[in-house]
């Protein structure tokens, strides 16, 4: 497909076909499975890691967390700034190349240090996935198929991070803990020459109508002009604050869970191969496929939608995630769990179906940099930092039960995420009646 495939062919407005548009949709999907695979790797392997390379809990948390997102989050915003202004399929295929290359280099890692610099390149890669592929896919579908259309581009997470438990695992069982980073990386680069060869760039605002002459000769706006006016709105502000809330539960937990399933739970490295990788496959990505359909039917009715959807989701999770904790076994333990995999996850197409329509076609980049910074910064930063350093805190009085003991204390963000999610329905309920939330 060149690149003229969308900006002139097929459609001389830009539009591209059905055909066209499933493609590129799937190839996005697949280098966002690439993307959490690469990312939740190190989570997956976490006991033979530590077993080979004697790391702690606060260790592990801070390079799976905050050492990660500091890289990942703020090297977005330039990335995006840019990719605003240039070629977005090229900006995404050189980041998956950086990324996957960046992988294998962690499966050479010898000690805590190397493997803190091969981390922190993941996440230099990392941070130009995501936000251009957001707005390729806006460009590419219409607003009333957005939802459904990022929600399938968001089975990445779920998806990668269920491959990466039953082909990681059973790798890492069968040989050694450092093959799949040979593998995965390997895979990753193959992947970046193809998104480059296959997906066309696509028109910027094909399906948000006609700019008006004057709309069409205004230049962009600069760099932190883009930034002030993104936190400058209260809507936008308030969903990445929420989103960060949420997101601080989701990777808390997913950086953890294998690690405590194995530790507290009893589970083998075989088992956790296949029954841990359905429940986050199967939960996460039924999930994060309803909440889609839920957002396309609900959104065009009421703008509330974008935030009553989560904030419900975040309330009925929470008695489950509490069983996940306490529960003596491994099997009664991923039978709760199955029901915060899928609720967990409905925040994330909500809010990005939200910013995405809100904001400019020449802005949606720079807008998904910018939510992932707040969301990521938050959930990836602080999540498994505060975990791996409550199991640390708690490690002499509760002993090799201080896992459990962490993951109870991450319990009160579900209440957390949940008014704050309340308190941007009320925000969008009276910005709408004002006429301020027209988009």
Same mark, same amino acid.
């Given at each position: 497909?060149?690149?003229?495939?969308?900006?002139?062919?097929?459609?001389?407005? &830009?539009?591209? +076909?059905? %055909?066209?548009?499933?493609?590129?949709?799937?190839?996005?999907?697949?280098?966002?499975?690439?993307?959490?695979?690469? *990312?939740?790797?190190?989570?997956?392997?976490?006991?033979?890691?530590?077993?080979?390379?004697?790391? =702690?809990?606060?260790?592990? &948390?801070? !390079?799976?967390?905050?050492?990660?997102?500091?890289?990942?989050?703020?090297?977005?915003?330039?990335?995006?700034? @840019?990719?605003?202004?240039?070629?977005?399929? *090229?900006?995404?295929?050189?980041?998956?190349?950086?990324?996957?290359?960046?992988?294998?280099?962690?499966?050479?890692?010898? +000690?805590?240090?190397?493997?803190?610099?091969?981390?922190?390149?993941?996440?230099?890669?990392?941070?130009?996935?995501?936000?251009?592929?957001?707005?390729?896919?806006?460009?590419?579908?219409?607003?009333?198929?957005?939802?459904?259309?990022?929600? !399938?581009?968001? @089975? &990445?997470?779920?998806?990668?991070?269920?491959? &990466?438990?039953?082909?990681?695992? =059973?790798?890492?069982?069968?040989?050694?803990? *450092?093959?799949?980073?040979? /593998?995965?990386?390997?895979?990753?680069?193959?992947?970046?020459?193809?998104?480059?060869?296959?997906?066309?760039?696509?028109?910027?605002?094909?399906?948000?109508?006609?700019?008006?002459?004057?709309?069409?000769?205004?230049?962009?706006?600069?760099? #932190?002009?883009? !930034?002030? *006016?993104?936190?400058?709105?209260?809507?936008?502000?308030?969903?990445?604050?929420?989103?960060?809330?949420?997101?601080?539960?989701?990777? %808390?937990?997913?950086?953890?869970?294998?690690?405590?399933?194995?530790?507290?739970? %009893?589970?083998?490295?075989?088992?956790?191969? !296949?029954?841990?990788?359905?429940? /986050?496959?199967?939960?996460?990505?039924?999930?994060?496929? $309803?909440?889609?359909?839920?957002?396309?039917?609900?959104?065009?009715?009421?703008?509330?939608?974008?935030?009553?959807?989560?904030?419900?989701?975040? $309330?009925?999770?929470?008695?489950?995630?509490?069983?996940?904790?306490?529960?003596?076994?491994?099997?009664?333990?991923?039978?709760?769990?199955?029901?915060?995999?899928?609720?967990?996850?409905? #925040?994330?197409?909500?809010? /990005?179906?939200?910013?995405?329509?809100?904001?400019?076609?020449?802005?949606? /980049?720079?807008?998904?940099?910018?939510?992932?910074?707040?969301?990521?910064?938050?959930?990836?930063?602080?999540?498994?930092?505060? $975990?791996?350093?409550?199991?640390?805190?708690?490690?002499?009085?509760?002993?090799?039960?201080?896992?459990?003991?962490?993951?109870?204390?991450?319990?009160?963000?579900?209440?957390?995420?949940?008014?704050?999610?309340?308190?941007?329905?009320?925000?969008?309920?009276?910005?709408?009646?004002?006429?301020?939330?027209?988009?």
């Amino acid at each position: 497909m060149s690149e003229s495939a969308v900006e002139t062919g097929g459609a001389k407005s &830009g539009v591209a +076909n059905p %055909g066209q548009r499933g493609l590129v949709l799937g190839l996005l999907c697949f280098v966002y499975v690439l993307n959490f695979l690469d *990312r939740q790797l190190l989570s997956i392997l976490a006991k033979p890691i530590q077993d080979a390379l004697q790391i =702690s809990d606060g260790q592990l &948390g801070l !390079i799976t967390g905050f050492y990660f997102a500091l890289f990942y989050c703020f090297i977005a915003i330039p990335v995006g700034w @840019l990719a605003d202004r240039t070629n977005r399929v *090229r900006v995404l295929s050189i980041a998956c190349g950086l990324w996957s290359a960046a992988t294998a280099a962690c499966g050479m890692a010898n +000690n805590y240090g190397q493997l803190v610099v091969a981390r922190m390149a993941v996440g230099v890669g990392e941070a130009g996935g995501v936000p251009p592929s957001y707005a390729i896919i806006s460009d590419y579908f219409p607003r009333d198929q957005r939802g459904t259309a990022l929600a !399938i581009f968001n @089975l &990445g997470p779920p998806l990668g991070s269920a491959l &990466g438990v039953a082909f990681g695992a =059973s790798l890492a069982a069968a040989f050694d803990w *450092r093959l799949p980073f040979y /593998v995965i990386g390997g895979i990753g680069v193959a992947t970046a020459i193809i998104v480059w060869l296959v997906i066309a760039e696509p028109k910027r605002g094909a399906y948000d109508g006609a700019p008006s002459s004057n709309e069409a000769k205004t230049p962009r706006e600069p760099f #932190f002009s883009t !930034i002030g *006016r993104f936190f400058a709105n209260p809507i936008l502000l308030l969903a990445a604050l929420a989103s960060g809330a949420a997101n601080f539960i989701t990777y %808390g937990l997913s950086n953890f869970a294998t690690l405590f399933l194995m530790r507290e739970k %009893g589970m083998e490295l075989s088992e956790v191969a !296949i029954w841990y990788a359905l429940v /986050v496959g199967l939960g996460m990505g039924g999930g994060i496929f $309803v909440s889609g359909r839920l957002i396309d039917k609900f959104g065009p009715r009421a703008k509330t939608a974008y935030a009553i959807i989560p904030a419900l989701s975040l $309330v009925l999770a929470l008695p489950f995630f509490l069983g996940f904790v306490w529960a003596p076994q491994w099997e009664l333990a991923l039978a709760f769990l199955m029901v915060p995999m899928f609720l967990n996850s409905f #925040f994330l197409t909500a809010t /990005v179906t939200l910013v995405q329509g809100e904001v400019s076609a020449n802005q949606r /980049v720079m807008a998904g940099a910018l939510l992932l910074l707040v969301m990521n910064f938050i959930g990836l930063g602080l999540g498994p930092t505060f $975990v791996g350093a409550a199991s640390d805190f708690f490690s002499p009085n509760f002993g090799a039960h201080a896992l459990q003991a962490a993951l109870y204390a991450l319990s009160p963000m579900y209440l957390i995420a949940a008014l704050l999610y309340l308190a941007l329905a009320r925000l969008i309920k009276a910005s709408t009646a004002s006429g301020a939330f027209a988009r």
